[in-house]
């Protein structure tokens, strides 16, 4: 089974990638977008309460 990365360039180039590989991709998707979700969620919580800008509450280690 192809990765998610290669299964989006593989969707990208007009290729197309069988139906497990695209349940795959879509769950992926899914938990990822989960986390964004998540991270955002803190430093949203983070600024209106006024906290500090430190660890999990900041942006630029969210990013890392």
Known sequence: MKNLGEIIDQVRSGEKPD???LRYAICAMDALMTFDRMALMK???AESEG?????????????E
Do not use: M, R
């Open 19 to 21: 139906y497990e590989e």
């Open 43 to 45: 430093l949203s919580v």
């Open 51 to 63: 906290k500090k800008p430190v660890l999990i509450y900041s942006a630029q280690w969210q990013f």
